[in-house]
């Protein structure tokens, strides 16, 4: 294998490895990530994935905006096999497991896998930051799927959260609205991230009742068709168990979300379509 400037030839295969993919989830840390790339790469695409609509309103005014700064579109990948996010939930009877999201892994990661070409992309750039976790989740990445040659250049350049945000100001592009609302992350806001915590699903039931009921409601809904209890929330604590977030007449010895005690909100990974994969 021989490097040629920027690109990658394969002996192997004869191909010469010219694209990258630069992902943009909506959040402040992809946004810096897709800069560094069209700035170091040539042949950059950009790509959202998207969840049927199901981001803040203003997310698509912050996807505008990055447009703009990088003077180029960016692609957006929707699941065909879906009209809305609960058409996931719906048909999987599930929210949130151990494993991940089901709606993650139907909007998300089955797209990125569909579009990725391993003969002939250079690579793949996604936007963790510089802390600990994110460090660890990259490591474990670059482990699993070697394949892809990942970049993370916001943990290269050690760039957390705070500094991308000042970043992006200088730009001149107001961050989304997510972070003002006290989110330490930017998915999902119509109905709230499945992926969130018990503090993030608290925050929403005083911040955002229809759509936490509207949630509470769904929870019900997949728990009746199912037979046993679908739930977003788990109590983390010694023999904790499953958590509703309002309680359900067929299982009243459940714990829900108002019998938990408050607690900080735990930021929400940053959605890259790697979720519910090794």
Known sequence: MVFIGLWHYDADFKVMKTRIIAWWSGGITSAVA?????????????????????EDEDTYRFFNDCEKLYKQKIEVLSNPNYKTIQDVWRKYNSLNT?????????????MREGYQN??????????????????????????????????????????????????????GIDTPRAYKLGYQNNNCLRTGCVQGGIGYWQKRKIESPESFEAMAAMEHELTDKKGEPVTILKDQSKGGGLVFLKPHPNYPLMKDISMMKGRRIIPLMECTGFCSTK
């Open 118 to 171: 391993i003969d002939t992309d250079y690579a793949q750039i996604f936007g963790f930051e510089f802390n600990k976790k994110e460090i660890r989740r990259h490591f474990q990445m670059r482990k699993n799927y070697p394949e892809i040659n990942m970049m993370s250049p916001n943990i290269e350049n050690k760039m957390n959260k705070r500094d991308c945000i000042r970043h992006i100001k200088i730009l």
């Open 34 to 54: 897709c800069h560094w790339a069209i700035q170091a790469f040539n042949n950059v695409t950009i790509v959202f994935l998207d969840t049927k609509k199901n």
């Open 98 to 110: 151990a494993h991940g999201a089901i709606c993650s892994t139907e909007l998300k990661r089955v």
